[in-house]
C-alpha cells in the first residue's frame, strides 16, 4: 500500500508521521534531533514505519498489549542497540585517555554492560512501562546508575566509565543500527511463545508499505536530505496539521522550544496570516526552561506549581536574560514561588496575545500546539486572556499535537503525489523496509 | 486641607487610567469636550483657550497589560506607544475629541498618522515646534502653525476662538507655569519637605484634571508645605536627566529617595514648564506664546541646540542651579532623544568633574534591585567624599 | 562568492561612486570645501552650484555595511558611551571617525567645513549632527522642513524653508565658497536634474512589465545611487540614467528578468513590494534569499528616500528655492503614516504585486514606528498578505539570517498554497 511521510525537524526533538492513503494517520515517531539532522529524520522515520506496522497488525489482531508483543519488540530494539554499545564502549574504552586505565576498566565496562542487559531483562518480566521512549536516556540512566556502584576512587574511577559511556552513546545515536520492524519482530514474536500471532505478523510483514512521497519541515528542514520541493514551511505545515486535528481550526498558536508561532487558516487548512516572534527568545519554551533550571524543578513541574497560586505576582519583563536576577530578587523579598510562576506564565503567554493580534486575532476554533500547551498553568493564562480579549473561544489541544506539524508536512506529500498521479511524469516513491 | 489629603487626591488621579476626573468635568455640562497631547511639549493654553479640556497622555506606566499595544510596536520601539495604543483599543480615551501629538521624536511624530488610520473620525494633529529661532523665520512658522492650532480648536468647539479668550487662556497657563515653578523652588530649597514622589504625583494629577482644580490643590500643596515642616536628612542631592518623555514608573522615584537622595530638580513632565518666561499677553498674545518658544525654553533634546558648547555646560548649569551634587541619567530605553543626547551631556559632565551614574528604565519596569543599588552607591560616596 | 555579473550601467554607476570618493579623498589637496549633510533633504545643486563637495554619512555608514566593517565601529562608539538602542548608522560614522575616518573604499574622508543639517523625515539627523559638531568643531546650519503631518506641504511650510534658505543657508554656503550664489547656474543644474529624474522613474515604472526586468529595492539601491548622493543636477548624472533606462527598455524587449549577482534571474514565480531600507551587512545573502525562490521586489518605499518623484514631483528651475524647498518636504520619511499606506497600496495595485514584504530596521524608528499597523492596512486594503521581517541596517547582531530566511519562506510559500487554493479575497483580520 501507499503511504506518505512528513518529518518534521525541531530544535530539540524530530518528528515523523506516516499516513495512509485514506490520509488517516498510520504512524507516529519521535526521536531527539541531534548533531546529524538525517540520522535523526531517519530514526523518526522508521519509528513511524514501526508504530504504522503495529496500527496495521492491530487491525488484525484488536488490543495488541494483551499480546505482549510491542513491549517484547522494544525489548529486542533495546537488545539490538545494546549490542552496538557494548561494541562501541569495548573499542572506546581502549583509545586516548581511557586506554590508560587499561584492563580493570575494560572489565569493568563488561559487567556494566551485562547489568544492563539483566536490567532491561527484568523489567520486562516485570511489565514495567520505560521511564523514556529514547534509548539514550534508558541507557545512560542505567549506565550511570551500574557505573556508580563499580567506580573506585582510587583505581577506575566513576568519571572515567562515564567518558567512555559519552563518547560511545554519540557513535550509537548516529550509527546505523537496525531498528527496524522487520529487523526485530521475528526475535520478538518467539520471546512471547509465537501463536497465533505470528500468521498475522507475517501478513503484515510482507505488505509492502511504500512511503510514495514524503515532505520535510521544521526548524531544521533545509538540512534534510530532500529535494527542494519536497520541503515545506512549519507554518504551512502547522496549519495543515492543526486543520486535520480539528477541522474547525482558524487560529494556531504553536508554542516550541525556540519560537513562537501565531497562524490564521482558512476552511481548508490553507496559511492566510502568520506572525512569528522576533530574535527575542522570552515568551518561548526555552524561556521555561530557564525557570526551572533557576527554580531547581523540572520542566513539567512549573506548570502544577504555578496553579496552586491565589495571587499572581505581577511580572512585567519576560527577557531571558533577567529572568534569574529577577527570580532571585523576588524571591529573597519573600514572594511566594507559586505567585511568582504564575506572574511568568502569564507575562509569556501576554506576548503571545501580542503576536496573535499581530496575526489577526483569536478566532473560533483556536488549536493550540507545541511543547507549552503540555503545561497547565500556560493553557490556563492563555484562555483567561483570549477571554478577556476576544471573547469566550474553543480551544483545542490534541495529546498528540507535538505531531502537528509532522503531520502537516505528510498531508502536503500526499497532496504533492496526488497532484503528479493527474500529471503525465511519475516520480517515483520509495520502498521502505518493505 | 492636610498634605495627606492632598496626595491622597493626587495618587487617586495618578493611579486613574480611567481618566474619571476628566470624564466627570465632560458630564458636567453638555457640550464640554477634551483634547489629549502627547510629551513633551504641546502648546495645551490653547485647548484650555477654547475652554475644552487640555489632558496629559502619558501612557499606562506600570498599571496595564500591554496586550494589544504590542501587536502595533516591535520591541525594539519604547514603551510609552504601546501603552498609549493599549489605552486608546481599550476605550479608555474615548472621552477624547481629539489628541496632539508634539514633534518629540520619530515615534510620536508616526503615532500621529497611525491614530488618523485608526481614528479617521477624531481630530488628531502632528504639532511640528520649530527647529529656526529666528523671529521672522521660525518665529513665522510657529505663529502659523499655532493660527491653525488656534482655528481647528474653535472648529472643534463649535466657534471661533476670540483673542480675549486666547489672552486670558495663555495668562492662566502663565500662571500655572509660574505655580509649578514656584513647587519646584521650594523642593530646590526645602526638598524634605517637598519628596518627589508626592510633587510628581501631583504634578500628574495636574495633567488631566481641570485647570481650577489643578491650580487650587497645587496652591494648598504650597502651603502644606510651608507650614508642615520636616526635619531634613543628609541625603545627597541630585538632579535626574532624561526622563522627559515615557514617564519613570513611581517605584523608580521613590527608590532613587530612599536610598539616600534628594531629586532636586528633574525632566518628569517637563512640558508643564518648557517656557523658561511668562507670555506676555498684552498684545497678540500668539504671536507672543510663539517668539517666547524661540528663545526662552529649557534646554531639551527635542529642541536643536543652537550653542555648539551647550550640551557640555549644560549638566554643570543645572547643577549649580539646583545646588546639587550629583546627576542622574535615567532614561527610557529606546528613547532616541535621550540617548542619543546623554554621551554629549556626559561629556560635559566628566569635563567639569561632576559624579554622575546612568541607567534606563521602562515606564513598566517592575524591579528596582539595581536601581536602590546604584542610587544608594552613589548617594554614599557623595556623602563621603562630595562632588568629584 | 563568485564573481559578479554586471551590465554596462552597472560598471558605470561604480565609475561614478568611486570617482565621487577619489574627489573627496583629495579634496583638502584640491582645495575644495566639504559640506556634510543626509541623504533625505540633500541639496546637491545648491551644494555644487558653490563649488563644494557634498559628503553623505548615511552613504558612507551603508556603504562600509557592505564591506562588513561597521560591526567593530558599532562596538567602539558603545565602548565611548553611546547606547546599544540607537541608530546604528550614527554609531557606525562615530567609530568610523574614531578610526581615522577613512572612507569605505579604503581612502581618506576629508573633514567637513559644515555640516549643513537637512532636518528631514529623521530626528536622528539632529542628534547626529550636534554629535559631529563636537567632533569637528565646525559651524552647522540647521535647516528644519516641517514633517507632513497632514499628508501634504503647505504654502507656509515651503515658503519657512525658503526663509531658511534665503537667510541662513545661502548666506552661510557664500561664506564658505567666497563667492555669491549664481542662480543661473543653479537653475541650469536643475534642469538637469529633472531630465536624470525623468529616466529614473521610467526605470522604476519599468517594473510594472512582466517578468520585471529590474529588482526594484536590491537593484534599486543601486540606480538611486548616482541620484541621492552627488550627481543630481550634472550631466555625469543624467548620462547614467538614460544609458540606464534604455538597458532596462532593452531587457523588457528581451522579457528578461532582474540582472542579480549570479546573473539573469528568468523565472519570475513572485512579485513584491517592499517597505522598509533593506540590510547592509548581510545585503548579497539577503538579496539571494529572495532571487533563488524567484521573487523580485517590483516596488521598493526605501528607494524614495531621496525623493518620492514616481509620485509627480520634479526639480522645476523656474522656481529653484521653491522647488528645493518642495523636494526636502517630499521625501518618503517625511510623510505621514496614511501617505505611505496609500503609497504601499498604490504599488502593490499598480505594479500587481503578489503581496509586500516589510524588512523592519531596528535602528531607524522613522522608518518603523507604525510599520505593523501599515501591514494590517495595506494588507486590508489591498487583500494581498504582507511578511514583516526584522533586521538593521549595519549591525550584524541584528541580521539573523535563518529566521529571516524561515519566515520569507515561509511567506512565499504561503502565497503558493493560497494560490493554489484559489484564494484571492482579503483577509479576515481583526485587529
Redesign the interface.
Known sequence: MNAYLGIDLGSTTTKAVILDEAGEVLGRGITNSRSNYSVAARIAGTEATIDARFALLGRELGDLDQTGLPASFRLEQYLTQLKLLGQIVEEEGSKGRSATYGKPLLDKLVEILVAMEGAELERFARKEEAGSNFFRDRAAADFAKFAEERGDRKGVTFEALLAVFDRAILRVENADVDVSFEGNILRAVERIGGGDVRVAVQKIRDTPLVMAASVGTGYGRARLPFPREQIRSEILCHGLGAHAMFPETRTVLDIGGQDTKAIQVDGAGIVTSFQMNDRCAAGCGRYLGYIADEMNLGLHELGPLADQSKRPTRVNSTCTVFAGAELRDRLGMGEKREDILAGLHRAIMLRAMSLLARSGGVNDEFTFTGGVARNSAAVHALMELVEENYGKRILNISPNSIFTGAQGAAMFAQRSFEETQHAPAVSGGAEVHA | MNRAEIVAWAEANYLDLEFTAARRWLAEEPGRKAVGFLPVYAPAEIIHAAGMLPVGIHGGG?RI?????????????CHL?RSVVELA?TGRLDFLTGAL?P?T???I??????W???YPEKYS????L???F?K???G??WT?ELRELVHDMGELRGSPITEDELRKGIGDWNRRRALVRKLYAKRRDEPHNVPTDELYQLLRAGEIVPFEEFMTMAQAYLDVCDKDGRRPRDNARVIVIGAFCEQPPLGLIRTIERAGCYIVDDDFLIGNRFLTREVDCSGDAVRALAETFLNHTVAN?IV???D?DG??KLVGERLRAARAEGAIFSAP?????A??????L??GAAREGISFISF?Y?E????F?QFREQAGTFSDAIKLWGNV | MSTVVRDQSQELQKQLISGYFDSLSTANEDGKKVVYTFVPGNLTELIRAFDLLPVLPEINALQYGMRQKTGQFILDAEKAGHSEDVCTYVKADLGMIRAGNIGPTGKKLPKPDLLLLSYTGCYTFMKWFELLREEYQCPVVMLHVPYQGDGKISPAHRDYVVQQLKEKLIPALEELSGKKLDEDRLKEMLKLSAMAEDDLVAVFQSAKAKPSPIDAWFGGVYYIGPMFTAFRGTQAGVDYYKLLRAEVEERIRLGKGPITPEGDMNQERFRLVAEGPPNWTSFREFWKMFYDEGATVVASTYTKVGGTYDFGFRHDYTRPLETLAEYCGECYTNRNVPTRIDMLVKYVEEYEADGFIINSVKSCNSFSAGQLLILREVERRTGRPGAFIESDLVDPRYFSAANIKNRLESYLQMIEARRAGGHVSGLEVSP
Not at chain 2, 109 to 114: C, E, I
Not at chain 2, 364 to 367: A, E, R, S, V
Open positions: 506600570d497589560d500591554i496586550i494589544r499595544g504590542d501587536a502595533y510596536y516591535q520591541s525594539y520601539i506607544p483599543v501629538f514633534s521624536c520619530d515615534v511624530r508616526n503615532l500621529s498618522g497611525m488618523k488610520v485608526m494633529r502632528y504639532v511640528d520649530p527647529q529656526d529666528a521672522g523665520v521660525g513665522d512658522f502659523h533634546p536643536y541646540e543652537r555648539a550640551k557640555k530605553s529606546f528613547c532616541d532623544p540617548l542619543l543626547d546623554r554621551p554629549m556626559q561629556a534606563k521602562a513598566n519596569t517592575g524591579q534591585q
